[in-house]
């Protein structure tokens, strides 16, 4: 098909996998000679890549589809990402919607777009789920719009000539959204230069096999799958000839990386491999299941010289019953001593934790040990979630609690965060740390950049420094960003 000077938009919520994912579809689109649209520029595909962890990511989805419809109403919306997955009838009957596809066709643009009736100019058609390949041939269906959605506003239906606004739900869609098979394949996007970035992210590992009893995550990501570890190794010396100074290894479930490999490997086992090579960069890890953090893991992490001190785990809870009825295989003190055991081998490491507040049966009492053992451990940041049910887990046939009183929960382990962000922030005072330098900041003559243990820095320097590692000694802080000095390199 033809694609001379076609634009395209790219919508992303949600984890750095889903980032990762919209960076290759952004890639594969580049490839087929299309171009991302300039702001203010009217693109002729627009893609939103979605996230459904909560009930406020389906919400924030909703709603930027819509705008996305209102803005460009003669432009085909595509949707995608784990909302479209869990609900692809829901997603389909929001206005301007034209096709969804799940999270396994993302690497499959080039075939759905010349598939698409019309090389993507959408004829009003009758309504079909794609059963196999391509986007025809499937089940005809026409469910009514979910009751909890507003009314809809009829759907733009694009020909080569003109715009229709047929008004009925699903007349002229597409959807290919399949189940996963017990083995699907692992999605690898090829490694490429973003350009004016320092820091690249790897995806190497997709799906879980955990199944916590509020988390949605298995069913629209599949099960655990990874990248060969001589991928991984192909990708880094491909990220070293590109100029990166920090690669970011993700996955949905990082720790349950080679788990699937045959025989079974380990994340452990593919930092051994990669540390056997000196890089030009460093390498963070995304986030971690404390439970499949293992002493191992922590010995060759220890032992790398250019890993970044910087865990990210999700607690969830500090209250042994609550973690108990989530399906949580581990309790509060066997995740105290994995902290404890992180700061003793990577001091003043940056720790940030995910806590989940609301659960239904959760007590005065449980809320009071999460807050408690939060409060004693050496955290840098939390991203706090109140619960919402997720249709399709075990937990959202539970009663819930009142909403308020979840709000107000999540309100107080907010600004317990804040406070273990401030004293953590005092504590940098005096040290010094090493630095990516990203680019420019205010004022002229300033550089801005990020530390190896996750903060935000600024500090006086020329803007040969960009994509250089420096150390760094904090001297102030403005707010939430340290100030200091270059000291040297590392």
Same mark, same amino acid.
């Given at each position: 098909?033809?694609?001379?000077?076609?634009? @395209?938009?790219?919508?992303?919520?949600?984890?750095?996998?889903?980032?990762?994912?919209?960076?290759?579809?952004?890639?594969?689109?580049?490839?087929?000679?299309?171009?991302?649209?300039?702001?203010?520029?009217?693109?002729?595909?627009?893609?939103?890549?979605?996230?459904?962890?909560?009930?406020?990511?389906?919400?924030?989805?909703?709603?930027?589809?819509?705008?996305?419809?209102?803005?460009?109403?003669?432009?085909?919306?595509?949707?995608?990402?784990?909302?479209?997955?869990?609900?692809?009838?829901?997603?389909?009957?929001?206005?301007?919607?034209?096709?969804?596809?799940?999270?396994?066709?993302?690497?499959?643009?080039?075939?759905?777009?010349?598939?698409?009736?019309?090389?993507?100019?959408?004829?009003?058609?009758?309504?079909?789920?794609?059963?196999?390949?391509?986007?025809?041939?499937?089940?005809?269906?026409?469910?009514?719009?979910?009751?909890?959605?507003?009314?809809?506003?009829?759907?733009?239906?694009?020909?080569?000539?003109?715009?229709?606004?047929?008004?009925?739900?699903?007349?002229?869609?597409?959807?290919?959204?399949?189940?996963?098979?017990?083995?699907?394949?692992?999605?690898?996007?090829?490694?490429?230069?973003?350009?004016?970035?320092?820091?690249?992210?790897?995806?190497?590992?997709?799906?879980?096999?955990?199944?916590?009893?509020?988390?949605?995550?298995?069913?629209?990501?599949?099960?655990?799958?990874?990248?060969?570890?001589?991928?991984?190794?192909?990708?880094?010396?491909?990220?070293?000839?590109?100029?990166?100074?920090?690669?970011?290894?993700?996955?949905?479930?990082?720790?349950?990386?080679?788990?699937?490999?045959?025989?079974?490997?380990?994340?452990?086992?593919?930092?051994?491999?990669?540390?056997?090579?000196?890089?030009?960069?460093?390498?963070?890890?995304? $986030?971690?299941?404390?439970?499949?953090?293992?002493?191992?893991?922590?010995?060759?992490?220890?032992?790398?010289?250019?890993?970044?001190?910087?865990?990210?785990?999700?607690?969830? $809870?500090?209250?042994?019953?609550?973690?108990?009825?989530?399906?949580?295989?581990?309790?509060?003190?066997?995740?105290?001593?994995?902290?404890?055991?992180?700061?003793?081998?990577?001091?003043?490491?940056?720790?940030?934790?995910?806590?989940?507040?609301?659960?239904?049966?959760?007590?005065?009492?449980?809320?009071?040990?999460?807050?408690?053992?939060?409060?004693?451990?050496?955290?840098?940041?939390?991203?706090?979630?109140?619960?919402?049910?997720?249709?399709?887990?075990?937990?959202?046939?539970?009663?819930?609690?009142?909403?308020?009183?979840?709000?107000?929960?999540?309100?107080?382990?907010?600004?317990?965060?804040?406070?273990?962000?401030?004293? @953590?922030?005092?504590?940098?005072?005096?040290?010094?740390?090493?630095?990516?330098?990203?680019?420019?900041?205010?004022?002229?003559?300033?550089?801005?950049?990020?530390?190896?243990?996750?903060?935000?820095?600024?500090?006086?320097?020329?803007?040969?420094?960009?994509?250089?590692?420096?150390?760094?000694?904090?001297?102030?802080?403005?707010?939430?960003?340290?100030?200091?000095?270059?000291?040297?390199?590392?």
């Amino acid at each position: 098909m033809a694609t001379e000077n076609r634009l @395209f938009r790219l919508i992303t919520f949600g984890c750095k996998v889903n980032q990762c994912d919209t960076a290759g579809m952004a890639r594969e689109l580049t490839g087929l000679g299309w171009s991302a649209a300039a702001p203010g520029a009217d693109p002729d595909l627009v893609i939103v890549n979605t996230c459904t962890v909560t009930a406020r990511a389906d919400q924030q989805a909703r709603q930027a589809i819509r705008r996305l419809a209102r803005e460009h109403p003669e432009t085909p919306l595509w949707v995608t990402g784990c909302y479209g997955q869990r609900a692809p009838a829901e997603v389909a009957a929001l206005p301007g919607v034209q096709a969804v596809f799940g999270n396994q066709e993302k690497g499959r643009l080039g075939h759905l777009l010349s598939d698409y009736p019309g090389h993507l100019l959408v004829e009003a058609a009758s309504p079909s789920t794609l059963m196999g390949e391509g986007w025809g041939g499937g089940e005809n269906i026409n469910p009514p719009p979910p009751s909890p959605l507003p009314p809809g506003e009829g759907e733009e239906v694009i020909s080569e000539k003109k715009s229709l606004n047929v008004g009925e739900p699903f007349k002229g869609l597409r959807r290919l959204v399949g189940t996963f098979s017990s083995h699907p394949p692992f999605q690898a996007w090829e490694v490429h230069q973003t350009p004016g970035h320092t820091r690249a992210w790897l995806k190497i590992q997709e799906g879980c096999n955990h199944q916590c009893r509020y988390c949605i995550v298995p069913k629209v990501r599949g099960p655990r799958r990874s990248l060969d570890p001589a991928a991984v190794l192909a990708a880094f010396h491909k990220l070293a000839a590109l100029g990166y100074r920090e690669v970011v290894l993700t996955g949905v479930d990082l720790g349950q990386y080679g788990l699937d490999h045959s025989p079974a490997g380990s994340l452990a086992a593919l930092v051994r491999r990669l540390t056997k090579k000196t890089w030009p960069f460093r390498v963070r890890l995304s $986030s971690l299941e404390p439970m499949m953090v293992t002493p191992e893991l922590l010995d060759e992490l220890a032992a790398w010289r250019d890993f970044c001190p910087h865990f990210h785990l999700p607690l969830q $809870s500090g209250a042994a019953p609550v973690l108990a009825a989530m399906g949580r295989p581990y309790g509060p003190e066997e995740f105290r001593d994995l902290v404890q055991e992180i700061s003793r081998r990577f001091p003043g490491a940056g720790l940030g934790l995910d806590v989940l507040v609301g659960f239904p049966g959760e007590s005065a009492a449980d809320f009071e040990a999460t807050r408690t053992l939060v409060a004693e451990l050496p955290v840098t940041y939390l991203h706090v979630f109140p619960y919402s049910p997720r249709p399709g887990t075990p937990a959202a046939d539970l009663p819930p609690l009142p909403g308020n009183l979840v709000q107000a929960r999540a309100r107080i382990m907010r600004e317990l965060g804040q406070a273990q962000k401030e004293k @953590f922030l005092e504590a940098q005072l005096g040290q010094v740390r090493e630095v990516l330098v990203e680019g420019p900041a205010e004022p002229e003559g300033w550089l801005q950049g990020l530390s190896d243990h996750y903060l935000r820095v600024t500090f006086p320097g020329p803007p040969a420094l960009r994509n250089r590692r420096v150390m760094v000694r904090f001297d102030r802080r403005q707010g939430e960003v340290l100030v200091g000095e270059a000291v040297g390199e590392p």
